[in-house]
């Protein structure tokens, strides 16, 4: 079974350009997460789609940020414009809904703002 | 707030056994979870316990669980330099999210 896909794996851009990230979560996972991983924390969540729905985009800085999942399988997170303190691993995962939640990641995208 | 707190860094050698701590402050958290990851990848889910219970084994892993001190711990049996990873705690609260520590660097010497 294929896990979750996330691509590109890495990026390098200049400041104030436009930076897409893409992830195909795995079959049947009705669940999608997007988190963001700075250096040595652990990863903090962005948002939360339920199928289609953003059930949870409490912590997405929206002036910025933008994220879509528009059939309820793979999304797409969108940074415009990019700042230097941007720069960070970009996780998606997802799960079923069942009780334990468990939550299924991807390798993630690194990105980095010059 | 939500908040979990580990310990930055453990070194134990090959063959020993490895123990991660971790505090959590959030007493409805319903599941508490184990996190490993190697370097350039993402998180890989070792374990998980349901707060109604206090131990959990699962081959060479074992986690402790004391709600009353919102601690959890996971034991690693024969740590193998394999196991050299960064390992997160994470606890489940209100609408299925998950709140992470910011990891512990496990480094096994051979």
């Known amino acids: 079974e294929a896990g979750v896909v996330q691509s590109p794996r890495y990026k390098i851009i200049e400041k104030k350009q436009p930076v897409a990230f893409w992830c195909n979560p795995i079959?049947?996972?009705?669940?999608l997460y997007w988190y963001l991983q700075n250096l040595g924390q652990g990863p903090e969540l962005l948002i939360r789609y339920e199928n289609e729905e953003a059930v949870d985009d409490s912590q997405l800085p929206k002036d910025r940020f933008s994220a879509e999942r528009l059939k309820g399988v793979d999304s797409t997170l969108k940074i415009q414009p990019a700042e230097l303190g941007d720069s960070a691993v970009y996780l998606c995962?997802?799960?079923?809904?069942?009780?334990?939640?468990?939550?299924?990641f991807g390798p993630g995208t690194r990105l980095t703002v010059l | 707030g939500e908040d979990v707190e580990q310990s930055l860094f453990l070194s134990v050698r090959e063959g020993d056994s490895s123990v991660i701590n971790c505090t959590y402050t959030?007493?409805?958290?319903?599941?508490l979870y184990w996190y490993k990851q190697e370097p350039g990848a993402g998180l890989q889910l070792l374990t998980y316990i349901f707060s109604n219970m206090d131990m959990k084994q699962d081959q060479r892993l074992t986690v402790l669980l004391n709600k009353k001190d919102k601690h959890l711990s996971l034991r690693i049996a024969d740590t193998q330099t394999g196991d050299s990873a960064i390992y997160f705690c994470a606890e489940s609260i209100a609408g299925n999210k998950l709140v992470f520590g910011a990891g512990t660097i496990l480094r096994v010497k051979s």
């Open positions: 079959s049947g996972h009705n669940t």
């Open positions: 959030d007493s409805s958290s319903t599941y």
């Open positions: 995962a997802s799960s079923l809904v069942t009780g334990s939640n468990e939550q299924f």
